[in-house]
């Protein structure tokens, strides 16, 4: 008795080969850019946490000292960002620091000019030793009174080597910026975390403006970027936020109504 032959598998036709190969690349057009949205929002709040590790960080140096650091201390530029070094674990790497001699001076180069994790934020481009992407409100000249570049949270000090005290800020610490996003300030313009020339006063333009000045916020992030307050809260600014609410908010004493932002 002949046994029944099995009858052939028929494969995939040309036409339903590029039929499925069509519908997978709908389906990633569809699907990346979600995924990319996904990637993004992870990074900008990753940001966002070492931002608070750093504003953390200026509370602890406040309660220790009675005072915040100077965003840029006198002659030799050391920055607030080297002085809470112990408070972010980073004990051994400031105790390698002279605070006697310039911040990029002989001894100290070899300190400053290593990356720190808590100073870059996940989406960077700047891939220069000592690379930061965050800087210390040092005020802002839109809506100034008095003190024009001297009137924010971390700004140079001149004559004196204390910063200023928490009281001081009268504006409220809730409603002002002590450390922001600043991507635009490269090494060319002391973009290090251990410079105090990184301290920024924003003065012009709307955040994210990257052509502008580079004495501005900016960040990478779509539609604005991160900042921390005095109280040591972080907040994403919209890139829509008018001048005076953001000339307001790096100021500390100007008695600016803000409202909701």
Known sequence: ??????????????????AALSILAILA???????????????????????????????????????????????????????????????NRYHQIDFQIGWNSGSNRRAIHSSLPVYKCPSSWKDYPGASDYSGIRGSSHNARSNLGRNGVLFPILSKTNGIRLS??????????????????????????????NCIGHDEGPINNRRGS??????????????????????????????????????????EVTGSY
């Open 168 to 197: 001081e800020i009268t504006d409220g610490t809730s409603q002002t910026l002590a450390i922001a996003e600043a991507v635009a300030l490269g090494e060319d313009s002391n973009g290090f975390w251990a410079s105090g020339l």
């Open 29 to 91: 057009g569809v699907l990346l850019p979600a995924v990319q949205q996904t990637r993004e929002l992870s990074r900008r709040v990753s940001c966002a946490n070492r931002l608070k590790q750093q504003s953390l960080a200026l509370l602890a140096f406040e309660s220790t000292y009675k005072h915040l650091p100077a965003g840029a201390e006198p002659q030799t530029l050391h920055a607030w960002s080297s002085r809470i070094l112990p408070f972010l674990e980073q004990a």
């Open 1 to 18: 008795m002949q046994r029944p032959t099995n009858r052939q598998r028929r494969g995939f036709t040309l036409i339903e080969l590029f």
């Open 214 to 255: 580079r004495d501005e916020i900016a960040s990478l992030h779509p539609g604005g970027a991160n900042v921390a307050l005095a109280d040591g809260s972080t907040r994403f600014l919209n890139q829509s936020l008018s001048l005076q609410v953001l000339g307001a908010l790096c100021t500390r004493g100007n008695g």
